[in-house]
Each structure stands twice: as C-alpha cells, then as structure tokens.
C-alpha cells in the first residue's frame, strides 16, 4: 500500500478501477494552523455505483465500527466489487484522540449534521465534512455504540417504513431493530434528507473492541453488499430472528444514589417487573423501578452513581 494521499475532497476519479486507496481529506485547521485531516479508505471496483459510505466515531469514543472498516477491506475482493466503498475508519478527529464522546466545543455531532457553511467550530466541521464526503455517497451505514457507562445489545436505528433502509436494517442480522424516523441533526438524517438511505448501527460497548460484536458488523455490511448487487456472496442471516421495535424510549432515576439494574440486555420484561434499585451511601434501599409496560431491554446503565435523572435502561416496545 502507497502513502495515503493527501486530498481535499472525495473524488472517484483519485482511485483507478479495481484497487483500493487511502487518503487523507483535510477539513479544517487548528490553533496552530495544522491541518486536521479525516482519514478514508476507497475501494473501487469494475464498476464505478453504487458508492457505499461506511462511518465510524462520530462519537469519538466509540470504536467497534473502526476494525469493522478496516476487516471489511482488508477481505474485499477488489477484481469482484461492482461498486465503490468509502470507509471513514475515524469522523470525529478532536474526540477520537482525547477518547471523548462530544467534539472539541463540547457539541455532539450526531445532533448537528449537516452543519453550517459559515457556523462555529463543530458546525463548520460537519459542513465540511458532510459536503467533502457523504454527499458522494449512495448508501450510508453509521457505525455507533452505547456511550460511556452504558452497555448495549447489537441493535440498528433505522426508519422502518422506508423500503430500502428497513431492508438494509433487516440485512444487518441485530439482536434489534428499532423503528425511528430519521431524526434532525443525526448524520443518518442529514443523509436521508438528501436522499441517501442510512441507517445507523449500535454495535455494543464504547472505548473498546468487542470481537463478537465486530464480527457481526462485519457480516452485516457483506449483507448488504450482496443485497446491493456489489458482489455475489450469499447473504447471511442469524440462527436467531431480529426483534422489531416500533419505539423505545429511557428510563431514568428520580432520585440520587447508588443504581443496581437487575435485568440483562435483551431480556424480554413484563409489566410491573422489577428493573432497577435505588440504595443510599449506607446501603438503605430508597426506591425500587419497575417496568411501566411490556418490553425488552435494548440498553442499561452499568454506572452505579446516579444523580437524579440518571438513565437506568432502554426499553424497546415490540409491536
Ligand atoms: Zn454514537
């Protein structure tokens, strides 16, 4: 592999049919007027579309999705692929080397997006990288995880009544799926409202790699490289079917104290079950939580110091 080129924009034309590049797209400067640089993968195939755009860390803290990028094209059979993939190993530069979840000025990028041309600091960043990389894409597959002091089941947020994104979600095999209308300022809505179908995958623990949980993502993008038409593999789908939620939504504490969550991820709950307690610093039970409806257990706090408002856990509701 050559030196990654250092580039200002995405363009296919930079990577000749049937190899693969890497490059480095400068987006913004900083304090000291050094070039801050997102790093991106491309494969380009025989032919030149679909163009698939793959995202990681846009929570810089969140990391499962960076090996699947760089597994998936290390096994991509370059002389095979119809199509184009661009991997973005690493969105949010700032965050990915102080290991935080926000950017720099304290924003969360996944609730600005698509930015702004003349805004402020996150929000130049976003424009820039919005306009210098997703706006080429065809597809794009978002990769997350729970944030810090939280764990996750392997779930997917996608709208679930648009054909092609309920498809790419069903692809992805997840313990989950939640329906979720792609909301204001996510990258998967910013994408969607320029006509890209995005989903966004909630693949397990932040500021750690998980094999299993890498191995799933990985098989979920080949999915849907296959269902593309982007190669000839056969699709494969999980032993165990994926949960549909039509919502889900946090529940959290209305006091302050030391949390004990007694329910495991992916548990199915019912009504009135006993989810969480509540003790003081001496030990003294001050409250109990139980489950207000039927469901199952997407998310939980594993974080035992809780002021009031913490979240105790993320409850999918099935159809
Ligand atoms: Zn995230």
Redesign the pocket.
Known sequence: MEEPKIIQEFNLADTPPKSIRHYWVELITDGMNNPMRVPIMVARGAQDYPILGLTAA??GN?LNGIPVIQRLFSEIDINELKGTIVGVPVVNIPSFIRKK?RFNDGVDL?HIMPGKENGNVSQVYAYRFFQKLVKHFDYLLDL??A?LGRVNSYYVRADMKHPVTRKLAMLQGAQLIVHNPPSDGTLRGAAHAIDIPAI?L?VGNPNTFQRKMIKSGIIGVDNVLSYLEMTDDEIEMPAVPTVICEKSYWIYTDVGGLLRVHVDLMQAVKKGDLLASMRDIFGNLIKEYFAPEDGVVIGKSVSPVNQTGGRILHLGIVK
């Open positions: 846009v929570h969140e979840r996944n997350h995880t944030s966004t909630e």
